[in-house]
T-cell receptor, first 112, second 111 residues
Framework: DVKVTQSSRYLVKRTGEKVFLECVQD?????MFWYRQDPGLGLRLIYF???????EKGDIPEGYSVSREKKERFSLILESASTNQTSMYLC???????????FGSGTRLTVV | AQSVSQHNHHVILSEAASLELGCNYS??????LFWYVQYPGQHLQLLLK??????LVKGIKGFEAEFIKSKFSFNLRKPSVQWSDTAEYFC?????????FGAGTTVTVRA
């Protein structure tokens, strides 16, 4: 089974802090994604990457950046955390053919 | 930009009732289509997917979905739901590399 591992299940950070969310996949997938999940809004795409060092903005990239230095790892960075970034963050990976995507368990981030 | 619309925000039904959840997308090119389910406290799981071929797709747990290209729709169905089908259901569509989701439909099945 494909495994997508997010480094933290719960995280509490202070306003203005720089926050790193890490995601690692073990199936050599080219595509990786970061979403945030909020009640009533579904999953909104923040950034995605289709190759090492390649990244594309999703629908809500403001306030976020990403890094993909190695194929298996895709990091989401909140440059200066704000309370409106309190959310559940989900990472996913998949192959270019799109034959299904696998999700991590999520990181619930609270910014206080 | 790709958009995915799920018509119902919350559906409540009794066990053994039939379920149909609507999903429409806006992209006119070649798409791959998915339904995911998220049970309370659990991560997203793939229910079924469509890439090509037979537009009626069968998935896990008795779910099926029908792709109607002319209507840009990919509706999910289950003939007889169980209490354990209580969950949130998400329709998703890929356009090139980008995977976009609808807002989700919460399904509550009453015993």
């Amino acid at each position: 089974d494909v495994k997508v591992t997010q480094s933290s299940r719960y995280l509490v950070k202070r306003t203005g802090e720089k926050v790193f969310l890490e995601c690692v996949q073990d199936m050599d997938h080219e595509n990786m994604f970061w979403y945030r999940q909020d009640p009533g809004l579904g999953l909104r795409l923040i950034y995605f990457s289709y190759d090492v060092k390649m990244k594309e903005k999703g629908d809500i990239p403001e306030g976020y950046s990403v890094s993909r230095e190695k194929k298996e790892r895709f990091s989401l960075i909140l440059e200066s955390a704000s309370t409106n970034q309190t959310s559940m963050y989900l990472c996913a990976s998949g192959a270019p053919s799109g034959y299904g995507y696998t999700f991590g368990s999520g990181t619930r981030l609270t910014v206080v | 930009a790709q958009s995915v619309s799920q018509h119902n925000h919350h559906v409540i039904l009794s066990e053994a009732a039939s379920l149909e959840l609507g999903c429409n997308y806006s992209y006119g090119g070649t798409v791959n289509l998915f339904w995911y389910v998220q049970y309370p406290g659990q991560h997203l799981q793939l229910l079924l997917k469509y890439f090509s071929g037979d537009p009626l797709v069968k998935g896990i747990k008795g779910f099926e979905a029908e792709f109607i290209k002319s209507k840009f729709s990919f509706n999910l169905r289950k003939p007889s739901v169980q209490w354990s089908d209580t969950a949130e259901y998400f329709c998703a569509v890929t356009e090139d590399y980008k995977l976009s989701f609808g807002a989700g439909t919460t399904v509550t099945v009453r015993a």
